[in-house]
């Protein structure tokens, strides 16, 4: 079903991408929710609690979760990729520059996502899928000019070029490789560079090189551990599918709303 390059960019998410993630109990530690062992136990449980909650309720309404996935993870790219404000013009840019990424790649390569799609929801149909992205993309297209219009005069050289590269990514590449390249060089480079600052007049480099490579390396064991469980009842090529996808679904949403709803809005960042 893959090639090589498929195979190159799971292995880049996995390798890359999941682990800006891993700065997660650092995050907590700045805002003071992981000061001591008790406090660390229970924001560890409660993230393991959220992610595990969204593994069974994908494997109980896969259609639903996805949908919501999808939703959830414009938002998130598009905030990461822009500054933030408690305002209704940071959450059209985080729309639309979200959506890129989300309705770009799904409706440039149609036969290839919803191929990925099936397998995330068990070869079920996929229509409700596309209708609710459809539904999506035309209020993306209607919102367009007002993004344009309302932060025209802040459009930075590099933000441009940034927003072409991807663009030239995704119509020149798989699907794949283009989310590959995405949320591996651009959404968690872009995490990882506006986080680090406040990180470090908080905590020592130290603790976080530490926290960083517990949370890395532990995620990597049971996504292995997950992946050879899986590959038992199914072929390899859909395993790693069900692993990553549904893996970054159950670690977005705590992740999410610690990074999103918590740090950034605490730090303006």
């Not at 229970?42 to 994908?58: G, H, Q």
């Not at 798989?174 to 600052?197: D, E, G, Q, T, W």
């Not at 020592?204 to 049971?222: A, E, G």
């Not at 790693?240 to 960042?269: C, E, N, Q, W």
Request: hydrophobic share 55%; net charge positive; charged share 10%.
């Amino acid at each position: 079903m893959f090639g090589i390059l498929d195979y190159i960019s799971l292995f880049l998410i996995f390798i890359f991408g999941v682990p800006h993630g891993a700065f997660d109990a650092s995050i907590a530690l700045t805002l003071g929710y992981y000061k001591n062992l008790i406090s660390k136990l229970f924001f560890i449980l409660i993230y393991l609690f959220l992610a595990l909650t969204v593994a069974l309720i994908w494997y109980l309404l896969p259609q639903f979760t996805l949908i919501i996935f999808l939703l959830i993870s414009i938002f998130h790219f598009g905030l990461g990729d822009i500054s933030w404000s408690k305002s209704y013009k940071c959450l059209l840019s985080a729309y639309i520059n979200g959506g890129i990424v989300i309705f770009g790649i799904s409706f440039v390569h149609h036969n290839e996502v919803n191929l990925i799609y099936q397998i995330l929801l068990n070869n079920n149909n996929t229509d409700n899928i596309w209708m609710i992205l459809k539904y999506g993309l035309l209020l993306w297209l209607i919102s367009l000019p007002f993004h344009f219009y309302l932060n025209l005069d802040e459009f930075k050289k590099t933000y441009i070029i940034r927003i072409i590269a991807l663009s030239l990514i995704i119509f020149t590449t798989n699907a794949i490789f283009a989310f590959s390249f995405y949320f591996c060089f651009i959404h968690s480079f872009n995490h990882v560079k506006r986080i680090l600052p406040s990180l470090r007049n908080n905590l020592s480099d130290k603790n976080i090189k530490n926290m960083f490579l517990f949370f890395t390396i532990l995620t990597w064991v049971l996504g292995f551990l997950i992946l050879t469980y899986l590959n038992y009842n199914s072929s390899l090529d859909h395993s790693i599918i069900k692993v990553t996808f549904i893996g970054l679904a159950a670690l977005t949403f705590p992740h999410m709303i610690l990074v999103d709803l918590y740090f950034r809005p605490s730090l303006k960042i």
